[in-house]
């Protein structure tokens, strides 16, 4: 019988850091032309540049080769590019991930090429000196997909160095003034548009009371 590294069945925990490459367009400016509405993408990086990212994973480890788990990844970000019309300068950003994840690996007792897929829902915001915030919400069903390496270190334990492209949309913008109140950012033409992702992360996790 081949003998295994990797348990058949565990527990899975561990982490990524990394870094986040946000782009795409947080919404769509709708403006008037003629008897025509006519839409220009508003990036991403008008309110947020590249930063560290870390992320949490959770889950069970399934027919050795396979895991279904939980997440939560975070990314502190950069100020913007653009002017925006607030007081005070901006000072960065940052946004949130949750969802769920399947991964497939290769060969889990060794090294082998590792597949991810995560499904979940993605918040942002961009912050201002005075306090002020642009909160970006509504991204459900926000996805993304992984590639990488699972490199097999021990029995219960394993680095994956992986890169990530997501894809998602947010459905509410607002504006929260410094003293918590909150107004639509969206225009009376404006819409939702497509924004995405790119992370390159090394993760590494624990297998938990694994069984052969």
Same mark, same amino acid.
């Given at each position: 019988?081949?003998?295994?590294?990797?348990? *058949?069945?565990?527990?899975?925990?561990?982490? &990524? #850091?990394?870094?986040?490459?946000?782009?795409?367009?947080?919404? $769509?400016?709708?403006? !008037?032309?003629?008897?025509? #509405?006519?839409?220009?993408?508003?990036?991403?990086?008008?309110?947020?540049?590249?930063?560290?990212?870390?992320?949490?994973?959770?889950?069970? &480890?399934?027919?050795?080769?396979?895991?279904?788990?939980?997440?939560?990844?975070?990314?502190?970000?950069?100020?913007?590019?653009?002017?925006?019309?607030?007081?005070?300068? !901006?000072?960065?950003? @940052?946004? @949130?991930?949750?969802?769920?994840?399947?991964? $497939?690996?290769?060969? $889990?007792?060794?090294?082998?090429?590792?597949?991810?897929?995560?499904?979940?829902? &993605?918040?942002? &915001?961009?912050?201002?000196?005075?306090?002020?915030?642009? !909160?970006?919400?509504?991204? #459900? =069903?926000?996805?993304?997909?992984?590639?990488?390496?699972?490199?097999?270190?021990?029995?219960?334990?394993?680095?994956?160095?992986?890169?990530?492209?997501?894809?998602?949309?947010?459905?509410? #913008?607002?504006?929260? $003034?410094?003293?918590?109140? *909150?107004? +639509?950012?969206?225009?009376? +033409? @404006?819409?939702?548009?497509?924004?995405?992702?790119?992370? =390159?992360?090394?993760?590494?996790?624990?297998?938990?009371?694994?069984? *052969?």
């Amino acid at each position: 019988m081949p003998r295994h590294v990797a348990p *058949k069945t565990a527990f899975w925990l561990g982490g &990524r #850091i990394g870094w986040f490459v946000p782009f795409g367009n947080v919404y $769509a400016r709708g403006m !008037q032309d003629g008897n025509f #509405i006519v839409f220009e993408g508003v990036p991403w990086s008008d309110y947020a540049s590249s930063g560290p990212m870390f992320e949490l994973d959770l889950g069970a &480890r399934l027919g050795r080769n396979y895991n279904l788990f939980a997440l939560w990844e975070r990314a502190e970000l950069g100020a913007g590019d653009a002017l925006n019309d607030v007081s005070g300068g !901006q000072t960065g950003g @940052d946004t @949130d991930f949750f969802g769920v994840g399947l991964r $497939a690996s290769s060969d $889990a007792d060794a090294v082998g090429f590792v597949t991810e897929l995560a499904l979940g829902y &993605r918040r942002a &915001r961009a912050v201002w000196e005075d306090g002020t915030e642009l !909160q970006f919400t509504g991204g #459900i =069903l926000e996805g993304r997909i992984g590639l990488g390496a699972d490199i097999r270190l021990s029995p219960s334990f394993s680095l994956s160095p992986l890169a990530t492209l997501g894809v998602g949309s947010f459905g509410d #913008i607002e504006w929260q $003034a410094p003293d918590g109140s *909150k107004s +639509n950012a969206f225009g009376p +033409n @404006d819409e939702a548009d497509g924004h995405a992702w790119f992370t =390159l992360t090394l993760g590494g996790h624990f297998d938990l009371a694994g069984s *052969k």
